[in-house]
């Protein structure tokens, strides 16, 4: 068997501006996430550690620091991360982040919020038990940026179902943890820069907005579009979606017929 990669790649080329990625079917069957580099590409398992490795028998290199934690700690022993632990990790971070850049531009919301979860626990373990510093800040640097991509993964398809409130709340809840990031750092003349705040509380107000143009709306029109979507998520076998449309129409429709016998 040949190993060049250069039919895998053929008529799959690499845009340096876009995400490029695909879920192919693997040989053991199972499901695999290949992002496109510039020199060939990534491949990655769905679940567990994206490269597919168990060390020391665990799911994850976090999972294994920490139940070394959890032993010292039964010990009464303090448990610390020396510089050669926060490299493993680090690098085993680099891979959840390209799996979950990757689920992100594949719409698979779910698996990216898990994923960019776990960077986020991550950085707090390292938090706890690293004593250099320098070391902490090599991975919580990138925390706002990991609080940002959570909030989007778990907000989108909330926004999408309708569900405004608890979409908005999931928002809000990133905003405040970027704010005390920058205050923990004592960055808070930042603030303005930062981009990650930023895209939140820009993507906050466009909600706001559109949904005060939707509730501003005659309720004919909105009648008119959600059978619209009605049929198109019917046509589309989306089920789920489809029942939670005719909730919100007969809520509507009876919501007019009580306005129309007491106005």
């Known amino acids: ?30 499901e695999k996430v290949q992002l496109r580099l510039d020199l060939g590409l990534l491949q990655m398992e769905v679940e567990g550690r994206p490269d597919g490795q168990r060390p020391h028998g665990y799911t994850s290199l976090l999972e294994y620091y920490e139940a070394q934690e959890q032993a010292a700690r039964a010990k009464g022993e303090n448990f610390e991360l020396d510089p050669e ?4 990790l680090w ?22 919020a898990r994923d960019t979860a776990r960077n ?19 991975f919580d640097q990138f925390r706002p940026y990991v609080l940002m991509m959570n909030a989007r993964a778990v907000a989108t398809p909330l926004i999408e179902s309708g569900q405004i409130e608890q979409g908005l709340q999931v928002i809000e809840s990133a905003i405040a943890a970027i704010e005390k990031f920058l205050e923990e750092y004592d960055l808070q003349e930042q603030v303005e820069q930062c981009v990650e705040l930023n895209t939140l509380r820009q993507w906050r107000e466009e909600i706001l907005t559109q949904n005060r143009a939707a509730a501003s709306a005659r309720p004919g029109d909105v009648l ?30 009876n919501q007019d017929i009580n306005t129309g016998l007491t106005g």
């Open 91 to 112: 690098q085993e971070g680099i891979q959840y982040y390209h799996r979950y850049l990757s689920f992100w531009f594949l719409k698979r919301y779910e698996a990216c």
């Open 1 to 30: 068997m040949s190993k060049d990669i250069s039919r895998i790649l053929e008529g799959w080329d690499y845009n340096p501006d876009e995400v490029v990625v695909r879920v192919v079917e693997g040989d053991d069957g199972r």
């Open 85 to 88: 632990a926060c490299g493993q």
């Open 120 to 138: 986020l626990r991550l950085f707090a373990f390292v938090r706890r038990h690293a004593r250099d510093e320098r070391l902490v800040w090599q």
């Open 224 to 253: 008119e579009v959600l059978h619209r979507k009605l049929q198109e998520a019917v046509a589309a076998e989306a089920f789920e979606e489809a029942a939670l449309l005719r909730d919100e129409i007969r809520r509507l429709t």
